[in-house]
């Protein structure tokens, strides 16, 4: 049940903080068993639905999704060894699916950014949201958010997808080496 998840994802996010819990996330639970990030990836795909808006929108549904996104961009913050297991479990399109939700509140919305501009990071991850198109979306929250924790997350986070020409062109079309100008300190 989603209130159970929510707890487990609040007491995931506070054991990522430890040194070394990132890898730990990221080794399978042996055999063919996946990772606790894959899974909590999987658990997320199915809670956030691809329109945009929760179905039930309720506070339990918004609280789980809010912890398991603390978690995922703790992980991915602690090191490039999370970006593969990230994206066999699908993270570029639930970090951009929680980005579109209306009902996420800006600090999901900001651990989310975080993750993707982490995810950025490493080619497979810059390829991956290259192909997604994640720089609309990412402009879009420094556009319509009020929290400055994710507008700045997302500035970042735009700014490591400027690696890429594809990006840095759809990134001039947007205009937001504006928002990057204003929001990220050099």
């Known amino acids: 049940p989603t209130p159970t998840f929510a707890r487990a994802a609040l007491v995931l996010a506070r054991w990522a903080k430890?040194?070394?819990?990132?890898?730990?996330?990221?080794?399978?639970?042996?055999?063919s068993s996946p990772s606790l990030l894959s899974r909590v990836l999987t658990r997320l795909h199915t809670l956030l639905p691809a329109c945009g808006a929760f179905p039930r929108g309720g506070p339990a549904d918004i609280e789980a999704a809010d912890q398991a996104l603390r978690f995922i961009a703790l992980c991915?913050?602690?090191?490039?060894?999370?970006?593969?297991?990230?994206?066999?479990?699908?993270?570029?399109?639930v970090l951009l699916r929680a980005l579109a939700a209306a009902a996420m509140p800006d600090s999901a919305v900001g651990n989310a950014a975080l993750a993707l501009g982490d995810l950025a990071r490493e080619a497979e991850g810059l390829q991956a949201l290259e192909t997604l198109n994640a720089v609309a979306p990412l402009v879009e929250v420094t556009r319509r958010r009020e929290g400055a924790a994710a507008k700045r997350n997302s500035a970042i986070a735009i700014a490591q997808l400027a690696r890429s020409p594809r990006n840095l062109e759809r990134i001039r079309e947007l205009r937001a080496l504006e928002i990057i100008a204003a929001l990220v300190k050099v």
């Open 76 to 93: 991915l913050h602690a090191g490039p060894e999370s970006t593969a297991s990230a994206l066999s479990g699908g993270a570029p399109e």
């Open 18 to 31: 430890q040194p070394g819990a990132a890898a730990e996330a990221n080794a399978s639970g042996g055999g």
